[in-house]
């Protein structure tokens, strides 16, 4: 029997070029994580929430050159913290997809080959570093975001999502050797013209719950290239172009081969065959991640998915939220400000360290990292949850966290809400009510790894 089809909960894989900070854990991870643990909790449908790591990217191949280490080596030494990182934190993968995996390799293969025949590329001279020799393209390029200033790598802005076109950038400068560009090699495009731009539009226009970033994105997006392949040492060849594939498009397609597994599609079949099986199935897909990589799940993922036609790698739903700040200030390990994740580890119980990072979660607006604040659940020990009728004051908890369930209406900003005013209010009541509030939430937090 075919199994029915799950909801998918999709986080971005985190760059093995360094470990996670606690912006990373309290933003799309920690968000995704209460999300599944909320959704199994209440409701009999399979959820499921996976991620796999960034193991292509140009960032590696920088990091590696920063610390003379080897590519390779840097990316598996990172992959395992990474993977610790999220082990002390609870941060629960119920797949966590294998990027290196031969059979994998040959469906990312074929999906290239596939998308080449319905997408146009285009080819086009763009700045090599006559110093270093890198084409001065994602991390190995610096310029000022032609569409807002901010200094930005030369693949997509984080302070406007805009992707940064190789034409006409401001101040090109190389990361490794800080000169500007003497020389010149080819590298390929996908080219989105308006009416593809429009169609995407068209799609996620109510599915980004009202994100001013995406909609930005879009009030300015118009026809533009895409990175397709270009020239690193350092990266994932699909073909014998010797040129390496944009990570980001990788990412797309390895989830699309996760989100196969999870649909129980066999994974041996050419890729056609295994698309038109998943549509088939029609699983539910919803991805968490941050504002800098708004341009790739609201856009590119999306413009991916219709050229393929694979169907459900449109997302029903995306997630996204805002920078963490310490000090004011956004995150940033290159200036300092930075407190890593496994600072943190040991100094309270993963409950207590989760519920911090609730609270500090950005899911509007940046938000700094909260202290150390009050624990959640009541201090004195508490039974099992309460069977059958309680006080009204557990009917209105156990409503407003039945109407979490709705991806629309998730925010671990109102779920920690409810934890907070039940809790409340439980001590406000007393007595045989006050253990039956207290019992069903320390149950919920239970399950949700919050103190
Ligand atoms: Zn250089
Ligand atoms: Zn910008």
Request: a negative charge; proline letters at 6%; hydrophobic letters at 40%.
């Amino acid at each position: 029997m075919v199994r029915p089809a799950p909801t998918v909960v999709f986080t971005p894989p985190p760059t093995p070029n360094g470990a996670l900070h606690v912006g990373h854990v309290g933003g799309p991870y920690l968000r995704a994580d209460l999300y599944v643990r909320l959704v199994r909790l209440l409701e009999d449908r399979e959820i499921r929430h996976v991620s796999h790591v960034d193991t292509y990217q140009s960032y590696v191949a920088k990091k590696a050159v920063e610390v003379g280490a080897e590519p390779d080596a840097l990316s598996r030494e990172y992959t395992r913290r990474i993977r610790a990182d999220f082990d002390a934190y609870a941060l629960r993968h119920d797949a966590f997809g294998d990027n290196r995996d031969p059979d994998y390799l040959r469906f990312l293969r074929e999906g290239v080959q596939a998308l080449t025949d319905v997408v146009t590329v285009v080819e086009r001279e763009v700045p090599r570093c006559e110093g270093c020799g890198r084409t001065q393209l994602e991390a190995y390029a610096r310029s000022a975001c032609t569409g807002c200033l901010h200094d930005a790598y030369l693949n997509v802005c984080e302070n406007c999502s805009l992707p940064q076109q190789v034409d006409g950038a401001l101040g090109l400068l190389c990361t490794q050797c800080r000169t500007a560009a003497g020389g010149t090699t080819t590298a390929r495009f996908l080219s989105f013209d308006a009416r593809a731009v429009a169609a995407v539009e068209d799609t996620m226009r109510h599915r980004h719950g009202a994100s001013r970033r995406a909609s930005a994105l879009f009030d300015r997006l118009g026809p533009h290239l895409a990175l397709w392949q270009f020239e690193s040492p350092y990266g994932i060849a699909v073909d014998d172009s010797g040129l390496v594939l944009n990570p980001w498009v990788e990412i797309f397609f390895h989830h699309t081969w996760c989100l196969l597994q999870e649909c129980g599609v066999d994974t041996r079949l050419p890729f056609s065959e295994a698309v038109a099986e998943l549509n088939r199935r029609d699983p539910d897909v919803i991805y968490f991640f941050g504002v800098d990589n708004t341009y790739y799940y609201v856009f590119l993922f999306t413009a991916l998915a219709q050229a393929l036609v694979i169907r459900p790698m449109v997302p029903s739903r995306v997630k996204i939220n805002h920078f963490m700040h310490l000090r004011g200030a956004k995150i940033s390990s290159s200036r300092g400000n930075v407190v890593w994740a496994d600072e943190l580890v040991g100094t309270a119980p993963v409950e207590v360290l989760r519920t911090r990072l609730a609270r500090s979660c950005p899911e509007y607006a940046p938000r700094e990292l909260a202290d150390d604040g009050p624990r959640l659940s009541p201090a004195r020990p508490v039974g099992v949850a309460p069977a059958g009728a309680g006080p009204r004051e557990l009917d209105v908890v156990r409503a407003r966290l039945a109407d979490l369930v709705a991806v629309d209406a998730f925010s671990v900003e109102r779920l920690v809400d409810v934890l907070d005013k039940g809790r409340e209010r439980a001590r406000a009541v007393g007595g045989d009510d006050a253990d039956a509030i207290d019992g069903y939430l320390a149950h919920v937090c239970r399950e949700l790894q919050l103190a």
